[in-house]
């Protein structure tokens, strides 16, 4: 399954970096574009091991579902969020934290499978990708804008 990954480095330290990228409200937050909401399942504050949202966002004029579960947890380094039911074949989304001194690397790595054999192979190479990249990204600098205005308070 071929992943697309990125690397951020967040002025701010590891713990609330690995904290408030399990945020509800913050993740809500940075897919705003996709009208994204929780309507499910934990649907504020931190996610834990175990937990899980359902989430609600309009893609390609669309109205999609997506459960997600954190399925692996290790505090401040690293946790997985799976896909537990919606539109994918399969979802994983991997976020791995590395300290350097007050200063945090977030490498965030999504991978996906779209279901319908041939045409989803080909819907995820000439669509899915480039259009989860620009999620992914746009994300991500949500994520470390929102955790850099914290780090300030």
């Given at each position: ?67 997600l579960k954190i399925s692996e947890l290790e505090k401040p ?62 994300r991500v600098e949500y994520l470390k804008s929102a955790i ?6």
């Amino acid at each position: 399954m071929p992943s697309i990954k990125t690397e951020t480095l967040i002025n701010a330290n590891i713990k609330l970096c690995f904290d408030l990228a399990r945020d509800v409200a913050i993740h809500e937050q940075s897919l705003d574009r996709a009208s994204l909401r929780a309507v499910s399942g934990k649907t504020s504050g931190i996610l834990e091991l175990g937990e899980w949202v359902s989430w609600e966002e309009e893609h390609f004029g669309f109205l999609q579902h997506l459960t997600l579960k954190i399925s692996e947890l290790e505090k401040p380094n690293y946790f997985v969020e799976e896909m537990v039911e919606g539109i994918f074949e399969s979802f994983r989304n991997e976020f791995h934290f590395k300290a350097y001194g007050e200063k945090t690397l977030l490498v965030n790595v999504l991978s996906f499978e779209l279901p319908y054999g041939f045409l989803g192979k080909m819907t995820k190479k000439v669509i899915m990708r480039n259009y989860a990249k620009s999620l992914l990204k746009s994300r991500v600098e949500y994520l470390k804008s929102a955790i850099e205005d914290s780090a300030k308070k």
